[in-house]
T-cell receptor, first 114, second 118 residues
């Protein structure tokens, strides 16, 4: 079973602080995706990482894929209230690497207080 | 690009009733997916279509669940004889798959239908 474990489950910080959330698995994934989901809405894709060791930046967000492709992290610099949401990682599940069937972690619920 | 549209946004029903949800994908997308998300969990894959063909169903999809995509455009998900355990957010997503290749574009999710079974 390909499970993705995310930590921490909840995170509440003040505006301007930095934070890192983690996504770990005992399985190798061909790629991992990060989504942000706001209350009452569907997940929105932030980034896909494909190569072991890859680092991608999206403004104040930095995503890293572990060398062994079993884990990933998301670092947010100078968090803002608009960053509040549920951050989900997801990877292809027994689908030959194709992302049509994704397994999701439980997510990290981030609250950034003004 | 009007995005993936789901209807209704909320549905409250009594146990034992049947419910039907609709999903309108992004028009040029040939793949359509249904996922279910319960409180405190990430979405779980239920089924997907390529055009009108239903290519895979999860074991989570019991016999009370049926999904269709009759013309390869919109899709419906019906739950018969609803149970309290069916209460969840039902998410639809769509993507483009290049036939003959392994390429699948990123999934675009709708805002879901929240089902409450009382």
């Amino acid at each position: 079973t390909q499970l993705l474990e995310q930590s921490p489950q909840f995170l509440s910080i003040q505006e301007g602080e930095n934070l890192t959330v983690y996504c770990n698995s005992s399985s190798v994934f061909s790629s991992l995706q990060w989504y942000r989901q706001e209350p009452g809405e569907g997940p929105v894709l932030l980034v896909t990482v494909v190569t072991g060791g890859e680092v991608k930046k999206l403004k104040r967000l930095t995503f890293q894929f572990g060398d062994a492709r079993k884990d990933s992290s998301l670092h947010i610099t100078a968090a803002q209230p608009g960053d509040t949401g549920l951050y989900l990682c997801a990877g292809p599940k027994n689908s030959g690497g194709s992302n049509y069937k994704l397994t999701f972690g439980k997510g990290t619920l981030l609250t950034v207080n003004p | 690009d009007t995005g993936v549209s789901q209807d209704p946004r909320h549905k409250i029903t009594k146990r034992g009733q049947n419910v039907t949800f609709r999903c309108d994908p992004i028009s040029e997308h040939n793949r359509l997916y249904w996922y279910r998300q319960t409180l405190g969990q990430g979405p779980e894959f239920l089924t997907y279509f390529q055009n009108e063909a239903q290519l895979e169903k999860s074991r989570l999809l019991s016999d009370r669940f049926s999904a269709e995509r009759p013309k390869g455009s919109f899709s419906t998900l019906e739950i018969q004889r609803t149970e309290q355990g069916d209460s969840a957010m039902y998410l639809c997503a769509s993507s483009t798959h290049l036939v003959g290749s392994s390429y699948n574009s990123p999934l675009h999710f709708g805002n879901g239908t929240r089902l409450t079974v009382t």
